[in-house]
């Protein structure tokens, strides 16, 4: 027999990794785990323990404490006598903490491997090649970021108690990617681990311990759903990061809305694996294999829309069924497993339920023949060709070894396909033209695009949603901003409760005072003057009482026009940042033009110091802004494989705005400007005590080649336009400047699909002061981080 004979006709055998010392942990422990809170372990207040399984044999490893308010409020109350000591050190000393959990993950890293296979049932090459390494990278990488604090950071400070819930599909992974910046940054910790896999969280409480982390700096709280929601409702945790599906993160902006929170969500996918004819299509089926068939699928970034080229497909339809009928699936602890379990019945029973939805729905389903376990919760590898773009399973998370295949013809419609779902997790592009690639990975929506490669993930390069992903970046220097906030804004005095203002009745109406209309303004949508749909517009007085004029009260129908006017110039985000300077700068040339007539008028209502600083300083503010649109870039990260990893700042997209009242011009440009500069397009509501500024600006947009679209200004009552805007799907973030009540209903009614909110917490910004009102903290909320992966080399 050959050589190439015996390669054809030579089996796996088994290679099973040795379960022994995993084992002897959990009987250590008894098999039943408590919750570890202050350092130590605590019993449930209600004696309940609930059982977690291997899934691969669907027998019961450990039970495990289920957690209730009670408990989860003795655990926020540890993180929060923890904090003040924890923010006080030294950061060098946090430094050493976060260093020595490094260590010690690396020290215990074939346990947590093995133990982490267990208890989820990905084969254990994964869990030991790349979830734990990544784990031990992403405290190394964050103990770097404890020491730089100070310098890089030095007008932040901590969230303070920060409650986590995490998903479990990368348990431990999920994890580090929560603990690690939390604690970087002085944060404290509660941790909720998903009810399917706590136990690496739990062995990860024991290391804590071992580096000796002062007592209820990270608490773990096992259980289920309910225990993840006492936590969102806990009066005394400051922020929520939450990773898991898009269902829960809509519950959580419900349950936080009316509250100071902050959150950052991780969320689903359905991400798009673009080939074109060109690419190595040899390598795109391994990236496939990387893409989809990682982890059974269950990765929220898992490429599991295939577009290919039309005059491709065949072939590689034909490259792919090969490669599936070479993937081994079976018991995970087997070293040469590809394909382990999935991790609970009733995931198994929701992927078989929406292939079998798929097929219904004219897709043609192929699986390689394999025989599957006998017992367990196995799930084959499976190819739905024919997939109509509209279908279930192109536009829903299956979660499940499941790849969705499409054509397409030209790059164009790929980018249509691509942009085609509500989500924007992540996507790859295959070509080897690298033009062509990163001509397309701009357009593509998405937080990551790999070009030419598959799932990397690196501590240096955040990660993180567009659009109904989510939002918020986990990793980098992005992902620190999530549990660090401006120093001054917590110590920024509240604004009083306005009563919301309305159509006034006629009744209301002082007929006596009226004397000849100076002034009447109009919308501005599309770059023209429009009178609104209603018909009525609202009286604007002075100071004094006088009646200064009239402008329109705006409706959802005025909304929807601007809205669609802003989408259609979102080419203004295309253009250059020089492009974009150029423009803001001639507003700030043409306000200055204008000085002395816009202050005559404002002083009406704000008195004339007022309206001096207002439009002097408005001019600066948009010189900063001018001056910031081609300097706040993004980076080049260099992540610890052959490749390079470009952070783009990209614009959100399309942003309502509802602007202070009381600072009409100076608070208008300090919030509109920014976000210009960053390529958004904006819809504004303008100060409801003097909209008649909308005259002024539109003249100013009109004569400073700003395109026609890209800032419309809709007069009104917030308390009847924020609905609309907050409602909106078309509107990708919303930025509201508000009282308590506002804010609180800007997060409310904008749940829906889940825009990014920027708010000022219900406090007082004060708008004639630069250090506060200017300058980075309004750029970073202007723009998300999309990262680009390149491989370089042969
Ligand atoms: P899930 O979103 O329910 O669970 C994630 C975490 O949230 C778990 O720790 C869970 O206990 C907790 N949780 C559940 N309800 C909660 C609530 N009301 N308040 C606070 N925390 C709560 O995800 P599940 O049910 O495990 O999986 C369902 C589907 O979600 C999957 O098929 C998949 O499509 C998607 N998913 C997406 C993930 C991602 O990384 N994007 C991760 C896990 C699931």
Same mark, same amino acid.
């Not at 929220?300 to 599991?304: D, F, K, V």
């Not at 829903?396 to 499940?400: D, K, L, S, V």
């Not at 700003?706 to 890209?710: D, H, Q, Y």
């Given at each position: 027999m050959s050589i190439a004979e015996k390669f054809v006709s030579m089996e796996y055998g088994p290679a099973p990794e040795d379960p022994k010392e995993a084992a002897a942990w959990l009987d250590r422990h008894k098999r039943r785990f408590d919750f570890f809170i202050n350092g130590e372990w605590k019993s449930p207040a209600a004696g309940v323990y609930f059982d977690t399984l291997?899934?691969?044999?669907?027998?019961?490893?450990a039970s495990v404490a289920q957690g209730t308010a009670a408990d989860v409020d003795l655990a926020v109350n540890a993180a929060r006598a923890a904090f003040p000591s924890w923010r006080a050190l030294s950061p060098h000393v946090r430094a050493r903490y976060l260093y020595a959990l490094a260590r010690l993950v690396q020290k215990h890293s074939r346990l947590l491997a093995v133990l982490e296979t267990m208890d989820n049932g990905k084969p254990i090459r994964e869990s030991r090649d790349i979830d734990i390494p990544l784990v031990a990278r992403h405290f190394y990488y964050h103990a770097g970021w404890a020491q730089l604090l100070p310098q890089e950071f030095p007008d932040h400070e901590p969230c303070g108690v920060v409650g986590q819930i995490i998903p479990w599909n990368f348990p431990l992974l999920m994890l580090a990617w929560k603990i690690a910046p939390a604690l970087a940054t002085g944060n404290t910790v509660v941790l909720k681990p998903a009810e399917f896999t706590p136990l690496t969280a739990l062995l990860f409480a024991e290391l804590c311990h071992e580096a000796n982390?002062?007592?209820?700096?990270v608490n773990i709280v096992t259980g289920d759903g309910s225990t993840g929601e006492a936590l969102v409702k806990h009066?005394?945790?400051d922020k929520i990061a939450f990773t898991g599906s898009t269902e829960v993160g809509r519950a959580i902006r419900s349950a936080t809305a009316s509250s100071p929170k902050r959150i950052s969500l991780e969320l689903g996918g359905k991400s798009p694996f673009i080939i074109f004819e060109d690419a190595d299509l040899d390598s795109a089926v391994e990236g496939l294999v990387d893409g989809?068939?990682?982890n059974q699928g269950q990765v929220?970034?898992?490429? *599991?829309r295939l577009l290919m080229q039309e005059s491709i497909a065949e072939p590689l339809i034909a490259k792919i069924r090969d490669r599936m009928s070479t993937l081994r699936v079976g018991?995970?602890?087997?070293? =040469?497993?590809?394909i382990g379990a999935i991790v609970a019945r009733v995931q198994l029973d929701r992927i078989q339920r929406m292939v079998a939805q798929g097929v219904a729905e004219g897709a043609t389903c192929w699986q390689p023949e394999l025989a599957l376990p006998s017992r367990g919760f196995y799930f084959p590898p499976t190819l739905l060709s024919n997939?109509?773009?509209?279908?279930i399973v192109a536009q829903?998370?299956?979660?499940?070894p499941v790849l969705a295949a499409m054509t397409f013809r030209t790059p164009r419609e790929a980018v249509e396909l691509a942009n085609?779902?509500?989500? +924007?997790?992540a996507s790859c592009v295959w070509s080897e033209n690298i033009n062509v690639a990163l001509h397309v990975a701009a357009q593509i929506k998405a937080g990551v695009v790999w070009v030419n490669c598959t799932n990397l993930f690196d501590a240096a390069c955040g990660f993180g949603g567009y659009r109904e992903s989510g939002y918020g970046r986990e +990793? +980098?220097?992005?992902?620190l901003l999530e549990y660090l906030q401006p120093k001054w804004l917590m110590q920024a005095p509240k604004l009083p409760s306005a009563p919301p203002k309305s159509t006034?009745?006629?009744?209301?109406?002082? *007929?006596? *005072?009226?004397? =000849?209309?100076d002034r009447t303004v109009k919308l501005y949508i599309g770059g023209k003057q429009a009178r609104p749909d209603s018909g009525y517009s609202m009286e604007v007085r002075a100071s004094d009482g006088r009646l200064l004029g009239e402008a329109p009260l705006g409706n959802r129908k005025d909304i929807r026009n601007a809205v669609e006017a802003a989408r259609k110039a979102e080419s203004w985000g295309n253009t250059t940042a020089h492009n974009r300077a150029q423009v803001l700068y001639y507003c700030a040339e043409n306000l200055g033009l204008r000085r002395n007539e816009i202050i005559s008028r404002l002083s009406a209502v704000t008195g004339e110091q007022q309206a001096t600083s207002e439009v002097d300083l408005g001019i600066e503010r948009i010189f900063t802004y001018a001056a910031w649109a081609d300097k706040f870039d993004g980076a080049v990260h260099n992540p610890p494989f052959r490749n390079i990893s470009i952070a783009m700042n990209e614009p959100i997209g399309t942003v309502a705005v509802i602007c202070? =009242?009381? =600072?009409?011009l100076l608070g208008f440009l300090s919030l509109v400007m920014p976000l210009l500069a960053m390529g958004n397009t904006v819809v504004a509501v303008p100060?409801?005590?003097?909209?008649?500024i909308t005259g002024d600006l539109y003249q100013l947009f009109d004569t400073s080649d700003?395109?026609?679209?890209?800032v419309n200004i809709v007069t009104g009552y917030v308390s009847q336009l924020l609905k609309t805007l907050a409602e909106?799907?078309?509107?990708d973030a919303i930025w509201c400047y508000g009282d308590d009540a506002t804010v609180a209903s800007a997060k409310a009614m904008s749940i829906g699909n889940l825009k990014q909110v920027w708010t000022n917490d219900g406090r007082v910004i004060?708008?004639?002061?630069p250090a506060v009102a200017e300058g980075r903290w309004f750029l970073e909320h202007a723009t998300q981080v999309k990262n680009i992966w390149v491989p370089y080399g042969e």
């Open positions: 291997d899934p691969s044999t669907g027998e019961k490893l982390l002062p007592a209820g700096v009066p005394n945790v989809i068939w990682f929220c970034c898992a490429g *599991s018991a995970p602890l087997d070293k =040469a497993i590809d997939v109509h773009p509209t279908s829903q998370e299956i979660f499940g085609n779902t509500v989500y +924007g997790l +990793g +980098g220097r992005e992902g006034p009745q006629n009744d209301d109406i002082d *007929s006596t *005072s009226t004397p =000849a209309i202070p =009242a009381d =600072a009409p100060s409801e005590n003097y909209p008649l700003l395109p026609s679209g890209a909106h799907d078309d509107i004060d708008w004639f002061n």
